[in-house]
Every structure is written in C-alpha cells, then in structure tokens.
C-alpha cells in the first residue's frame, strides 16, 4: 500500500484534458508545497514533469499543470497527445526522513 | 547534461549482498543531495535512502539496517551497499539527484537486482 492515493487508471481522448489525483494525509501533501510529478514510459527512467504543486522544469509543455487542495493534489494533462501515454507518479515531502511516492496511474490515449 | 549511470545490479540469494554505484558526471556533484529510489517488477516507485551533500543519511524503514548510502565527491560518485538481501528486494535501482526539496530531478537509467534463491 503506497503512502499517497492515486487512481489506478486515467484515460483520455487525443486533444482532451485528464486529470490525476493524488491525496496523501495532514503531514504531507496537507502540509508542504513539495509535491511533485513524475512521467513514466515503459522501460525507461522516470522524468520530473511538475515540482513545487505547479512549476514546471525547463522543456516540459505548458500542457501539464498542477494544483493542490488541502491534502489532495492535482496533475491536469489538457491537449491530450498519444506521446501522454504513460505511468504517473506523485510524490510527496512528509518531513525528514519521509519521501513519499504515490502507486502511480496509468494514462491511456484513447 | 546531466547524466547519472547505475552499475552493478545482478542476481544473488537471499541473505546476500550487492553494492550498487552511480557514476554522475555534468554538474558539481558534491553540491547536491542524492537518493536511492526503487521499482519493483510492474510496481511503483519506492524511495529508499538520501545522503545529504554534508553526509546526513536517512533510510525507508524497509532497508534501515540493511542498507548503507555512500559517496565520495571526488569520484562523483553515489553507493549502495546492500545486505541481508530477501526476495522482496528485488526491483530496479534508481540513482536520482535532489533539486529543492524531495524533487528528484535527474535519474538514472536503473539496474535490476533480483533476488531469488
């Protein structure tokens, strides 16, 4: 059972908009702006998409978003690609010595 | 770039020992915090362990004791020593630098360990 709650599945149509959530507890997403998303395609290493709730590192498209409420977090992919397809992670700042990852949501573009 | 390179996975029985490196080269490794992430076969991502740039280590209950996280700045180099190895270690180990806090900025491409008697 992983320490953040995410939803199994997600799909989408090309062009669509889809979003994860991911809901940890009081003392984690609740309480620190460090939340962060992870892109996973099969086989290959996982690729920070969003960190600190909403910022995005250099090169990743103003396509994925992010937002956080109380102690449930948000990714929102909008303009759906079939490139999209892939396993998402969210992940979590729960004080020291407590690094938190969500069990990830698959992305299918339909 | 940044790059970070895991070596040193393989097969070994339970109640053996594995040490794992990673070799990161393209930015100033002594300043920056490292973590251990791993994946389990079709499973998600668990954080492992953390060595600090001044050598703070903390560790998932699920390896303390088992596991030790090492580096030497000069060689640019992140270790882990694996120990008392059960099956339900088995999955692929990331190496993966921290930027702010708990973001895993940089990973790398992962080595397999399985454990299997």
């Known amino acids: 059972q992983s320490a953040l709650t995410q939803p199994p599945s997600a799909s989408g149509s090309p062009g669509q908009s889809v979003t994860i959530s991911c809901t940890g507890t009081?003392?984690?997403?609740?309480?620190?702006?460090?939340v962060s998303w992870y892109q996973q395609h099969p086989g290959k290493a996982p690729k920070l998409i969003l960190y600190e709730v909403s910022k995005r590192p250099s090169g990743v498209p103003d396509r994925f978003s992010g937002s956080k409420s109380g102690d449930t977090a948000s990714l929102t992919v909008s303009g759906l690609q079939p490139d999209d397809e892939a396993d998402y992670y969210c992940?979590?700042?729960?004080?020291?010595?407590?690094?938190?990852f969500g069990g990830g949501t698959r992305l299918t573009v339909l | 770039d940044v790059q970070l390179v895991e070596s040193g996975g393989g097969l070994t029985k339970p109640g053996g020992s594995l040490k794992l490196s990673c070799a990161a080269s393209?930015?100033?490794?002594?300043?920056?915090?490292m973590n251990w992430v791993r994946q389990a076969p079709g499973k998600g991502l668990e954080w492992i362990s953390y060595?600090?740039?001044?050598?703070?280590?903390y560790y998932a209950d699920s390896v303390k004791g088992r596991f030790i996280i090492s580096r030497d700045n000069a060689r640019n180099s992140l270790s882990l020593q694996m120990s008392s190895l059960r099956v339900e270690d088995t999955a692929v180990y990331f190496c993966?630098?921290?930027?702010?806090?708990?973001?895993?900025?940089?990973w790398g491409q992962g080595t397999l360990v399985t454990v299997s008697s």
């Open positions: 992940s979590s700042y729960g004080g020291i010595n407590r690094k938190l």
């Open positions: 393209g930015f100033k490794f002594g300043d920056y915090e």
């Open positions: 993966a630098r921290e930027g702010t806090m708990s973001t895993f900025d940089s």
């Open positions: 060595i600090s740039a001044t050598d703070n280590r």
């Open positions: 009081s003392t984690d997403v609740d309480d620190y702006k460090y």
